[in-house]
């Protein structure tokens, strides 16, 4: 079970605000960047809540309208006729990218071994998922802990430090979080269609 079989779902909600873009003329590979510039800015914002933690408080904020973003690119490319080869590849670096702009912060609030080790294996997770893509023309998105879970994972441990909930136990989550990465490694790994 991972967030990410909630898709459907989201993106039924999702569609008419898809629709509406897509009238006024915006493109799946414009939301791709907001998503990515967004991430940017929850980044300063983590670092920002070193002094202040009110601005952690916006974390799953962010991370709930990233992950809206996310699947509204998708929708673009593939409902609007605005899929590309280059667009898909721009979609699979800005998140990677994102996802490491966005989590690496967190090392000056809790564990900087745990939280660097989180972001590599993510990377290599998804790595995993696109070289099955390109390999065998399957993107995996196996969890435990993909893209959406990690993302929870963040949001959650945000609102944990403003609630001064012990360091430990925020390292505690990231490590469990961090050994759901390594297992989805092993089920992308395993699930490919060979």
């Known amino acids: 079970m991972t967030i990410y079989d909630l898709k459907p779902k989201f993106q039924t909600l999702l569609r008419p605000i898809v629709r509406n873009l897509a009238s006024k003329g915006y493109t799946a590979n414009q939301v791709t ?15 920002l809540g070193l002094e202040n933690k009110c601005f952690l408080l916006l974390i799953p904020f962010i991370m709930f309208i990233r992950m809206a973003l996310n ?16 667009g898909a590849m721009l979609n699979e670096l800005v998140d990677v990218v994102s996802d490491a702009i966005l989590y690496l912060p967190f090392a000056f609030l809790i564990n900087p071994v745990v939280v660097i080790l989180f972001v590599v294996i993510s990377i290599f997770t998804e790595f995993l998922g696109v070289s099955a893509q390109a390999v065998y ?25 403003v609630f001064d909930v012990n360091l430990m136990i925020l390292t505690v989550i990231v490590s469990i979080a961090l050994v759901l990465a390594l297992l989805t490694m092993i089920n992308r790994w395993k699930k490919v269609n060979i």
Not at 33 to 47: E, N, R
């Open 33 to 47: 960047i907001w998503a990515g510039i967004l991430s940017f800015i929850g980044a300063i914002f983590v670092l």
């Open 137 to 161: 023309n399957d993107r995996r998105y196996d969890g435990p802990m993909g893209k959406s879970d990690r993302a929870f994972v963040i949001g959650l441990i945000s609102l944990l430090f």
């Open 71 to 86: 699947a509204i690119d998708g929708m673009l490319a593939k409902e609007h006729n605005m899929k590309t080869k280059k």
